[in-house]
């Protein structure tokens, strides 16, 4: 049982460049986010998905779109990256929003 | 004042010492609460839920106390296992379930 499944580990981009980071979970998920990681701070809500088809922003959207594919799989995709937002990247999944999250590896991300 | 608060530390302890630390949060409205752990270049786990009677696990003791909106993680006979941060996760409702989570507390705990 994989669980939260992210790719890639680790990415460097220049500013301007676009990427997509890839999330896959296996559990039957229907809530999935994804979080970034800054020190100092807390976790802070990128994008929320309840469902598929449905995405709802979080605390810090600016700069990040999202894609709910399926129930599986939540993308999340920088098209004009800025230093700003190098950061960690966790993707995560929970039965329901607001309970248990379980999350995947992490993306390193630094923008150039 | 921000949404949830917890001492960033880094707390040093030796292998074997009790450690307990809080967390403050500040809507009243919060629903559940949580600790995760999250090692170094790792992804945060879940150690464990906080219940309104509090709860053990093991070494491991989380209480609540609404009045005083925060929450606590008390650690029993260390180990430098336990080495780690420690992250409280609040739930409130506001409009929506929304998960907040503190900027962790560093532990250490030393041979």
């Known amino acids: 049982n994989a669980g939260v499944t992210q790719t890639p580990k680790f990415q460097v981009l220049k500013t301007g460049q676009s990427m997509t980071l890839q999330c896959a979970q296996d559990?039957?998920?229907?809530?999935m986010y994804w979080y970034r990681q800054d020190p100092g701070m807390g976790l802070r809500l990128i994008y929320y998905?309840?469902?598929?088809?449905?995405?709802d922003k979080g605390e810090v959207p600016n700069g990040y779109n999202v894609s709910r594919l399926n129930k599986r799989e939540f993308s999340l995709r920088l098209e004009s990256a800025a230093p700003s937002q190098t950061s960690v990247y966790f993707c995560?999944?929970?039965?329901?929003?607001?309970?248990?999250?379980?999350f995947g590896s992490g993306t390193q991300l630094s923008v150039l | 004042r921000k949404e949830v608060e917890q001492d960033p530390g880094p707390f040093n302890v030796p292998e074997g010492a009790t450690v307990a630390f809080n967390c403050t949060y500040s809507?009243?409205?919060?629903?559940?609460f949580f600790w995760y752990r999250q090692d170094c270049r790792k992804e945060p786990k879940l150690l464990m839920s906080?219940?309104?009677s509090g709860n053990e696990d093991g070494r491991f003791t989380a209480q609540l106390n609404r009045a005083s909106q925060y929450i606590s993680l008390l650690i029993r006979d260390s180990k430098l296992s336990d080495s780690a941060t420690y992250l409280c996760?609040?739930?409130?409702?506001?409009?929506?379930?929304?998960?907040?989570f503190g900027q962790g507390t560093r532990l250490t705990i030393n041979p």
């Open positions: 995560a999944s929970s039965e329901v929003r607001g309970e248990k999250l379980f």
């Open positions: 559990m039957n998920h229907n809530s």
């Open positions: 998905s309840a469902s598929e088809g449905t995405t």
């Open positions: 809507n009243s409205a919060s629903q559940s």
């Open positions: 906080v219940y309104s």
């Open positions: 996760v609040v739930n409130q409702y506001q409009g929506a379930q929304k998960l907040v």
